[in-house]
T-cell receptor, first 114, second 112 residues
């Protein structure tokens, strides 16, 4: 079955440093989504990427979807303590018919030291 | 806010006892899901439903059953809880316009 690998599992940064998490799928994806989960909270949708090579920005966050639609990354510039949490990627299999059945990566836990 | 309410939010139960988690939604969404979240595994789909009495298995369905007798309620049952089922359980919905997942607040289950 489809596998989505996400690295690193943990990342500690000093406030102001940049942060990147990477996501790789074993199969071609129709789209990829990113979610953020604050400590003790539930995952919240951040963004969806659909097109090959797509790049989207949300303030200090930059999301990329690979040309082959099998990998993606999330980059945060100049982290802040409010960025703390777990970031998940989730992929939808290309050609899949199961509605909403995303495969999640393991998540990257980001800690920001003030 | 997707109008999802999970209950109970926290539960401690003994090995071998049955447990039912309830998910209630107020927006008449067709698709509902149960995920479990464990360290190092991310979020894994247990079961999902695409309508009343229409359910299907996800990737980690062993030891779990579900029921959906009304659009608004999706129940997850652990017939005989085991320690390996200690986890955080999230109910979720997708809106008919896409496959973005909206999660409930979560139910923390500890099996001792």
């Amino acid at each position: 079955g489809q596998q989505v690998m996400q690295i690193p599992q943990y990342q500690h940064v000093q406030e102001g440093e940049d942060f990147t998490t990477y996501c790789n799928s074993s199969t071609t994806l129709s789209n990829i989504q990113w979610y953020k989960q604050r400590p003790g909270g539930h995952p919240v949708f951040l963004i969806q990427l659909v097109k090959s090579g797509e790049v989207k920005k949300q303030k200090r966050l930059t999301f990329q979807f690979g040309e082959a639609k099998k990998n993606s990354s999330l980059h945060i510039t100049a982290t802040q303590t409010t960025d703390v949490g777990t970031y998940f990627c989730a992929g939808a299999n290309a050609g899949g018919t199961s509605y909403g059945k995303l495969t999640f990566g393991q998540g990257t836990i980001l800690t920001v030291h003030p | 806010d997707a109008g999802i309410t999970q209950s109970p939010r926290h539960k401690v139960t003994e090995t071998g006892t049955p447990v039912t988690l309830r998910c209630h939604q107020t927006e008449n969404h067709r698709y509902m899901y149960w995920y479990r979240q464990d360290p190092g595994h991310g979020l894994r789909l247990i079961h999902y439903s695409y309508g009343v009495k229409d359910t299907d298995k996800g990737e980690v369905s062993d030891g779990y059953s579900v029921s959906r007798s009304k659009t608004e309620d999706f129940l997850l049952t652990l017939e005989s809880a085991t320690s390996s089922q200690t986890s955080v359980y999230f109910c979720a919905i997708t809106r008919d316009t896409g496959n973005t997942i909206y999660f409930g607040e979560g139910s923390w289950l500890t099996v001792v």
